[in-house]
């Protein structure tokens, strides 16, 4: 439906809708950070790949204490005979799409190369990011980040509200039970880039007689272009990130908006006290529809971003100067992150029952993935 619809849709944008989106000035890029809202370009030839990021890399458990699990039976790539599910061991490498839970006392720690560590502590849910730009998607539980003063890259780990990118020093992660995430840094090198504001107000269109077109030549899948255009309609949304000061402590919504300070942690400065205070705060369960709601709903979002990002990159070709594939490539990855978090989030408290027909909304997060790495590769 999709190769006979995309040429159509992208002809009559090219004669007659124009964008009325205005690119806003970006900060500094960080592999999967800085980006900016862009114009829709005309269909310019074949897709190229979208600008380097850091590719999806194998972890290393480097040091366990307690009891943890790896689940590999959804590794995406380099499946072997040990993909299943099974006890975590010391030295084994971590692939894209596998899943470790660390259970009761105790900890992981992962070795990220080069010169990075995660450690994830009890009742903790990880795994190992399927898409550019991130290294780990922390879904559940309290990790630590700390990574080397001279290490050649940062260490990125996505959560349901948003990225937190460590090039110096470390923090102390925490995800709580309907998805906020909790982030004390204890060095300089600490940047959050939390979910972008709401849609603005003016964005692409199409005219009512560009669909009513559309759909006289598509009349037997009437729902299916629907889901066409509104993909058209849909904005890349603005991202600002976030640096923390050493010490700075600060909780975000599942939205990723700025949330009142957490109470019980204020006073405690002991990074280990902090761990268990924190892991006391993640296992407490909020209500389960109200948090299934406001995760589909930012993931709804996350999945328009993504859908905004791939037609652009698959539409314009050539087209796009570099610096432009990179932004539009780097809030691809952000946007691919938090669905991924906020999907397992959602899935994990549906076990739990509750009204989950939202959830469907996300549903489409591996589909979206693995088209995004498709694009990616050369």
Do not use: K
């Given at each position: 439906?999709r190769?006979?619809?995309?040429?159509?849709?992208?002809?009559?944008?090219?004669?007659?809708?124009?964008?009325?989106?205005?690119p806003?000035?970006?900060?500094?890029?960080?592999?999967?950070?800085?980006?900016?809202?862009?114009?829709?370009?005309?269909?310019a030839?074949?897709p190229?790949?979208?600008?380097?990021?850091p590719?999806?890399?194998?972890?290393?458990?480097v040091q366990?204490?307690?009891?943890?699990?790896?689940d590999?039976?959804?590794?995406?790539?380099?499946?072997a005979?040990?993909?299943?599910?099974?006890a975590?061991?010391?030295g084994?490498?971590?692939h894209?799409?596998?899943?470790?839970l660390?259970?009761?006392?105790g900890?992981?720690t992962?070795?990220?190369?080069?010169?990075?560590?995660?450690?994830?502590?009890?009742?903790?849910?990880?795994e190992?990011?399927?898409?550019?730009?991130?290294?780990?998607?922390?879904?559940?539980?309290?990790?630590?980040?700390?990574v080397a003063?001279?290490a050649?890259?940062?260490v990125?780990?996505?959560?349901?509200?948003?990225?937190v990118?460590?090039?110096?020093?470390?923090?102390?992660?925490?995800?709580?039970?309907?998805?906020?995430?909790?982030?004390?840094?204890?060095?300089?090198?600490?940047?959050?880039?939390?979910?972008?504001?709401?849609?603005?107000?003016?964005?692409t269109?199409?005219?009512?007689?560009?669909?009513?077109?559309?759909?006289?030549?598509?009349?037997?899948?009437?729902?299916?272009?629907?889901?066409?255009?509104?993909?058209?309609?849909?904005?890349?949304?603005?991202v600002?990130s976030?640096?923390?000061?050493?010490?700075?402590r600060?909780l975000?919504?599942?939205l990723?908006?700025?949330?009142?300070?957490?109470?019980?942690?204020?006073?405690?400065r002991?990074?280990?006290?902090?761990?268990?205070?924190l892991?006391?705060?993640?296992?407490e369960?909020?209500?389960?529809?109200?948090?299934?709601m406001?995760l589909?709903?930012?993931?709804a979002?996350d999945?328009?971003?993504?859908n905004?990002?791939?037609?652009?990159?698959r539409?314009s070709?050539?087209?796009?100067?570099?610096?432009t594939?990179?932004?539009?490539?780097?809030?691809?990855s952000?946007?691919?992150?938090?669905?991924?978090?906020?999907?397992r989030?959602?899935?994990?408290?549906?076990?739990?029952?509750?009204?989950?027909?939202?959830?469907?909304?996300?549903?489409?997060?591996?589909?979206?993935?693995?088209?995004?790495?498709?694009?990616?590769?050369?």
């Open positions: 439906m190769s006979t619809l995309f040429p159509a849709l992208m002809m009559l944008l090219s004669l007659g809708c124009s964008a009325h989106n205005h806003r000035d970006g900060g500094a890029m960080d592999g999967g950070a800085g980006v900016r809202r862009v114009d829709l370009d005309p269909d030839g074949a190229t790949p979208i600008a380097a990021l590719a999806v890399t194998p972890l290393t458990l366990l204490s307690g009891a943890a699990t790896i590999s039976s959804l590794r995406l790539t380099g499946r005979a040990d993909a299943g599910f099974g975590a061991a010391v084994q490498s971590i894209p799409g596998d899943v470790l660390v259970g009761g006392p900890g992981a992962l070795g990220v190369s080069p010169g990075g560590r995660i450690t994830l502590y009890g009742n903790s849910l990880a190992a990011a399927g898409h550019r730009g991130a290294v780990l998607v922390l879904s559940a539980g309290v990790a630590t980040i700390e003063p001279l050649a890259d940062a990125r780990v996505d959560t349901p509200a948003g990225r990118i460590v090039s110096g020093g470390g923090c102390t992660v925490a995800v709580g039970d309907d998805g906020s995430t909790f982030v004390a840094a204890t060095g300089e090198g600490v940047t959050v880039w939390p979910s972008p504001p709401a849609p603005p107000a003016q964005a269109r199409l005219t009512p007689a560009q669909i009513a077109a559309l759909r006289q030549q598509t009349p037997e899948h009437p729902v299916l272009l629907d889901v066409e255009i509104r993909e058209l309609d849909a904005v890349l949304r603005p600002a976030r640096a923390l000061r050493r010490a700075e600060v975000f919504s599942p990723g908006a700025v949330a009142p300070a957490l109470r019980g942690v204020a006073g405690v002991d990074t280990a006290a902090l761990v268990v205070a892991q006391r705060w993640a296992a369960q909020r209500p389960n529809v109200v948090a299934i406001e589909s709903r930012a993931g979002a999945v328009a971003d993504i905004a990002a791939l037609i652009r990159l539409a070709g050539a087209a796009l100067d570099a610096e594939r990179g932004r539009i490539a780097s809030q691809l952000l946007a691919l992150g938090r669905l991924a978090a906020r999907s989030r959602g899935r994990d408290l549906a076990v739990r029952g509750g009204e989950v027909t939202a959830l469907v909304q996300m549903a489409r997060f591996e589909t979206l993935r693995d088209e995004a790495a498709a694009l990616a590769t050369p």
